[in-house]
């Protein structure tokens, strides 16, 4: 029987729009992985904990604020420092594209802008959630 795959989305910084957060969420479930919602406002710190305890696979944070190139550095490094460098970190929201690379290149799985397809979105996490678990996954 192979494992679940599970998700933390999370809204990190000061923006308090969480709609797309929740549509990427819902997306992700009719697909089949287990999400787990923190909110608004988490710090990396918060966002670092709750994907410790709750034992994900990958993360996705929805950024809208424009302050991605300061948060996500401090999830990634987070993640790091707990022993969780092998969970996939996604990002969602308002990133220009010349932030994109440099946003790969620090280890972000994958990039999502406005417009971005949800039925693209949960394919492509969940491919790589599954990669990422050597192949499990239902």
Do not use: C, N, W
């Amino acid at each position: 029987m192979s494992e679940t795959l599970r998700m933390l989305i999370a809204k990190p910084g000061l923006d308090g729009h969480d709609r797309g957060a929740k549509v990427v969420a819902r997306a992700l479930r009719d697909a089949g992985i287990e999400v787990i919602y923190t909110g608004l406002r988490q710090t990396p710190e918060m966002i670092v904990e709750a994907a410790l305890q709750e034992d994900v696979d990958g993360v996705g944070l929805s950024i809208l604020s424009g302050a991605h190139m300061t948060l996500v550095p401090r999830v990634l490094e987070g993640l790091r420092e707990v022993g969780l460098g092998h969970v996939k970190l996604f990002v969602g929201g308002i990133i220009p594209q010349e932030d994109e690379e440099v946003l790969k290149e620090m280890g972000v799985a994958g990039v999502f802008g406005p417009g971005a397809s949800t039925k693209d979105v949960s394919a492509f996490v969940r491919q790589q959630l599954i990669k990422a678990k050597g192949g499990a996954g239902r």
